[in-house]
């Protein structure tokens, strides 16, 4: 099956919940490093969100659910893996590591889905996915779920898809209904005033930059300015990456720079406001980062912030983009910036963000009363009840799997009052 809809669209439960209702109607039992289905997907951040998302289904079900990437180290993977799987999460790298090291066998997989195929073909990944799909059963099921479906896809699809079904949302170019465009020029001399105003707010707000040093340091500027940012990119560690998504998302800080890197699969909610201050390349990676906002229904609005030289530029890409931006000339204090902000949050100085990270860090310290629940590097069953092993029958319960969900929406929930309270009713 070929599924295609915009970001935002629920592409992730579109696939999970089929996929795990038909492991949970199968009594096969869980073995080690043998799992019954396979997700793909090119990112770590997405991988994680993935198993997020689908956690709390699985241990519902009593399901093993494993997520294997690269970046972090591989024995709490083993180890989860040995443990049995049932659904396993993977970016083909990784997964091709430890397939090369007998540690996983796809021989079993019953099923297999390609998440954001387009974004795997052109991060050059799709050579490794052929492969993993080889070596899964041949008459087996495979859907390809992505917000696009370029040309690049197509060997995908003519080699492992039969006769498939195709099932359109919408048109990956379609705007969202509830997303804002904006398209402000501004001169150099007023760009970081206007910056740190857009970034002012109470809401949620993302920003995008070309480049990880333009990330660091725009993060690093608001951060002296007293509007706490967290950054990501590719130059962090894979657990630094965790955490700055980790702050974001459970609203300890309200600003996330980043590159392209956070500009699909990353979810968050309550993001109201996405700022381009550096354009994108090209209209699709343009979709895509705004498409972290007006989320599932929710409203939200777009900046694109221009050099007068880029106008042109811009207006090209907003054609291909199909949408029609609301431009304006803005310098500091502009009304148009008031609008969408709202009311300004107080600053922090730098003696409150020294407070709020020994505070921080001496709540992470504690030792939990709960069980571990593992780490971002792997996933396995920390909550100590039985795994089903001899069929349905045999089961005593569900079986904890998400393991390390620290980063998930729980957090954020205590958080959402305040954010987006600033902004305009939509």
């Known amino acids: 099956m070929l599924g295609r809809g915009r970001t935002g669209s629920g592409k992730t439960l579109a696939f999970g919940l089929p996929v795990l209702a038909r492991l949970a109607r199968c009594d096969a039992p869980t073995r080690p490093s043998r799992p019954r289905a396979l997700v793909l997907l090119p990112t770590r951040e997405l991988a994680g969100q993935v198993r997020d998302a689908l956690a709390p289904l699985t241990t519902a079900l009593g399901l093993e659910q494993t997520v294997v990437y690269g970046g972090v180290g591989q024995r709490p993977q083993e180890q989860a893996l040995r443990r049995g799987v049932d659904l396993l999460i993977a970016c083909p790298g990784r997964l091709e590591d430890l397939i090369g090291q007998g540690l996983v066998d796809l021989n079993r997989v019953e099923v297999t889905v390609l998440d954001e195929a387009d974004h795997m073909s052109d991060l050059?990944?799709?050579?490794?996915?052929?492969?993993?799909?080889?070596?899964?059963?041949?008459?087996?099921?495979?859907?390809?779920?992505?917000?696009?479906?370029?040309?690049?896809?197509?060997?995908?699809?003519?080699?492992?898809?039969?006769?498939?079904?195709?099932?359109?949302?919408?048109?990956?170019?379609?705007?969202?209904?509830?997303?804002?465009?904006?398209?402000?020029?501004?001169?150099?001399?007023?760009?970081?005033?206007?910056?740190?105003?857009?970034a002012g707010g109470r809401g949620r707000t993302m920003f995008f930059t070309r480049t990880k040093h333009a990330a660091r340091r725009l993060s690093r500027q608001l951060t002296s300015a007293g509007i706490p940012a967290a950054e990501l990119h590719g130059n962090l560690s894979q657990g630094a990456r965790d955490r700055n998504l980790g702050l974001f998302r459970d609203g300890d800080v309200r600003v996330l720079v980043a590159t392209d890197i956070a500009a699909r699969g990353i979810h968050v909610d309550d993001v109201a406001l996405v700022v381009h201050v550096d354009p994108p390349a090209e209209h699709k990676a343009y979709l895509h980062r705004s498409g972290r906002t007006a989320r599932a229904g929710a409203a939200g609005d777009v900046v694109t912030l221009v050099p007068p030289e880029q106008r042109d530029e811009v207006a090209k890409l907003t054609r291909k983009a199909g949408i029609k931006p609301r431009s304006a000339d803005v310098g500091p204090g502009a009304h148009v910036i008031t609008d969408?902000?709202?009311?300004?949050?107080?600053?922090?100085?730098?003696?409150?963000?020294?407070?709020?990270?020994?505070?921080?860090?001496?709540?992470?310290?504690?030792?939990?009363?709960?069980?571990?629940?593992?780490?971002?590097?792997?996933s396995g069953n920390g909550s100590g009840r039985p795994r089903r092993r001899g069929g349905r029958g045999g089961r005593a319960g569900g079986s904890g799997t998400g393991g390390g969900r620290s980063g998930s929406s729980s957090g954020a929930s205590s958080a959402r009052a305040g954010a987006g309270s600033g902004r305009r009713s939509r």
Do not use: I
């Not at 963000?353 to 009363?369: H, V, W």
């Open 340 to 378: 969408l902000v709202g009311e300004a949050a107080p600053r922090v100085s730098a003696e409150e963000r020294a407070a709020t990270t020994q505070t921080r860090s001496q709540s992470q310290s504690r030792p939990e009363s709960r069980p571990n629940q593992g780490s971002g590097s792997g």
């Open 124 to 198: 050059g990944f799709l050579p490794a996915v052929r492969r993993l799909l080889r070596r899964t059963p041949s008459g087996t099921q495979r859907l390809l779920f992505s917000a696009t479906l370029d040309s690049e896809v197509d060997r995908v699809v003519k080699e492992f898809l039969h006769e498939p079904v195709t099932h359109s949302v919408d048109r990956a170019s379609e705007p969202v209904p509830d997303m804002t465009h904006h398209v402000f020029t501004v001169r150099k001399d007023d760009r970081t005033a206007v910056v740190q105003e857009l």
